[in-house]
């Protein structure tokens, strides 16, 4: 499982695009194989990093949500 290589799991992303795809690479690596047992100790830091991605995802989310908000009530 290579999601993390390179990266420090709590290190923030600097776009959403890659941050989303960063997320979508974990989730594709954590789905679980046919007659395997999963590897926790792999496991952990995919998920470690995967909730530091859809932390920052949300954030962003909620920025442009309020911006338009902004926008539609000025």
Known sequence: MSGTQG????????KFAD????????AAE???APNKVPDV????????????LAKYCQQRIDA???LVD???SG
Not at 41 to 52: F, G, Q, S, W
């Open 19 to 26: 941050a989303y795809a960063e997320l979508q690479r974990i």
């Open 7 to 14: 990266t420090k799991v709590d290190e923030a992303p600097t």
């Open 70 to 72: 902004e926008q539609q």
């Open 30 to 32: 954590l789905k679980p």
């Open 41 to 52: 100790d792999a496991i952990e830091p995919l998920v470690r990093r995967a909730n530091v």
């Open 64 to 66: 442009v949500r309020a």
